[in-house]
């Protein structure tokens, strides 16, 4: 036997049993999961559910102290009413987000859930600090209306400060959720 046909037939055993370790049925476009696979893939979706809505939620955070911010010395009935509006978008952000990290708490696995219940403690500190905000931008609305001028300013302070420390927790949160997603995911 010549050695070119000792390595054609080589060739062609090797190339029948990568076929066949390949093999697929007839109609199966993918192997089919296992439970361990559906559970993987519900806890990697719910990791990334929640930093995308941890992500909404700081651009929000963010919006609302910007805003505030950028009218700081204003004081007005509208302008008050706008960054209240903000914060209440923020704080609506915030819960939305919560929820999310507690579900993706609750479905993530081994070596992520610590990861993904530092983002679901995050998320909590988000959500309160931004109900802080909201609280605070509402008075300070009422400070408008009803207050002389350094009470109405004194309160859009208030809310101004609280506006801040709400984007930094929703700031860290979002860090906390895109590292709980990084370990579910495995990217």
Known sequence: MSSKMLLAMLVAV????????????????SPAST???K???A??????????A?????DAAKAAAE???????????????AIRRAAQKAAESANRFEEK??????????????????????SRKASAATREALAKAEAAVQSAMAASKEEAEAAAGA????????????RQAAQAAKDAAARTTGK
């Open 14 to 29: 090797a190339s029948a049993g990568a076929t066949a370790a390949d093999y697929t049925a007839p109609g199966q476009l």
């Open 35 to 37: 439970p361990t696979q």
């Open 39 to 41: 559970i993987r893939d």
């Open 43 to 52: 806890a990697s979706k719910a990791a990334r559910e929640a930093q995308i």
């Open 54 to 58: 941890a992500q909404k939620a700081a």
């Open 67 to 81: 805003q505030s911010k950028v009218n700081a010395g204003k004081v007005s009935q509208a302008i008050a009413e």
């Open 101 to 122: 990290a507690s579900e993706s708490a609750s479905r993530a696995l081994d070596a992520s859930k610590e990861a993904a219940l530092k983002a679901e403690e995050e």
């Open 159 to 170: 809310a101004r400060e609280a506006l801040q420390k709400a984007e930094e927790a929703t």
